[in-house]
């Protein structure tokens, strides 16, 4: 920040005429800048230190207006504990407590909070807040703006250029240590894939992961096995804050929506074999696929279960998928853009040493509660690509590749 951005307030100074040691004075030591009327910028630092995670250093503070940059790199909490400390003389000049919080585009609570949903949705922001977009084209230094430009347009990387230039906030990084490292966004990802692919009269295949926290998953895709594609058409969560991340809920949810929706060609249920298990707090005979069945029994979805007998190994079916991501037996996997918490697990779900999906755990800041934060819905794909892609998933076992495989269509034998 001293480097950059403080840089930049020292050249603005100088623009304005003001003479260091006469208008102002620095203090590099300190990190203040004093101006004639007394008037101060403090530079202060706002990581997350484990020692005091609730930012009690700017408890005894007091200042008026505050300017947060790069506020990607900064956490919501950092960030609203600064803002109650927005008091000094504020009634006198600025009337209300105000702070700009500067970033490029980026995939945390920045852009949930002020710029789109879960959904892509544009957000309603909160009385007082408010979202202004810009890029280098809105920049009045017009010297400045082409040399940048020039610079950004020599990115090689589209989603980095679209991000940094443009200021899209629909991008997704390349993370080569990620357990699926031969995902791409530019190449997997399609706006509004579910209304241009989605096929009333084939089934539904929903794959369920059973994790509550911080979300009972599931993923909902069909398989065009004519034209080898798989399409992945929406995500739907059980939501722990609407008392839907358990089974019997999310089952119901699921159920009301497609047949609002007038969806006739079926549903298969897929997901987690563990789910098979009876658990301890059901009788006999109960357990996941049975609760789903019970809460979606209707003569128009005609749910069936089909599901693996044994979890594929881990290992052999992270490299079979980021296999099917480069094409492999000629299949494309497709996935709609408003898959947001699946594209973050495919983009920052990173692989242990052993080959395995890295499951460590956060905690929750406002219940304690630790948990996964990323691997439920691509384990939802693992279980259905393994599943309903049997022959090209026993091609890859057998290391045989030259061998041609003809697949039969699921909709094509669907047995109710």
Known sequence: MKESTFNTIKTILKTWGLK???????????????????????????????????????????????????????????????????????????????????????????????????????VVCKEGEAYVPFSIFDNPDIAFRQTYEAS???????ATKE??????????????????????????????????VYNSLNPIIVSWDFNVSPFMSTLSMQFDYDNKKVYILEEILGKP?????????????????????????????????SGLARSTQTEDGVNNYTIILSNMDS???????????????????????????????GWEILIDMRCRRFAEDLTYQKKNPDGTKSKAKVTDPKTGQKYEKYGHLSDCLDYAICYFLKDSWKKYQRNQSTIETTTTPVYGAFEF
Do not use: C
């Open 241 to 273: 804050e609407a008392k839907e991340n358990n089974t019997p809920m999310l089952a119901k949810k699921i159920s009301k929506k497609y047949l609002t929706e007038k969806h006739v060609g079926g549903l298969f249920i897929t997901g987690d074999p």
């Open 299 to 329: 003569p128009i979805l005609r749910a069936k279960t089909k599901l693996l007998s044994k979890q594929p190994s881990q290992t052999a079916r992270l490299e079979f998928i980021n296999e099917l991501f480069k094409g492999y037996d």
């Open 20 to 122: 260091e040691g006469v208008n102002y004075k620095i203090n590099n030591l300190e990190g203040t800048v004093t101006f004639w009327n007394d008037s101060v910028i403090l530079l202060k630092e706002m990581v997350d230190l484990p020692s005091d995670p609730n930012f009690e250093r700017f408890g005894s503070s007091e200042y008026t207006i505050a300017f947060v940059d790069e506020v990607s790199e900064i956490s919501e909490r950092a960030v609203e504990v600064l803002f109650s400390r927005l008091r000094w003389r504020t009634h006198e000049t600025f009337k209300t407590p105000r702070m700009f919080l500067s970033t490029n585009p980026t995939i945390n609570w920045v852009r949930s909070r002020f710029v789109q949903d879960d959904d892509g949705n544009p």
């Open 163 to 196: 991000r940094l230039l443009y200021g899209n906030w629909d991008f997704i990084d390349v993370n080569e240590m990620a357990a699926y490292w031969e995902f791409s966004g530019e190449k997997h990802l399609v706006s509004g894939l579910r209304e241009k």
């Open 152 to 158: 950004l347009n020599k990115i090689r990387d589209k």
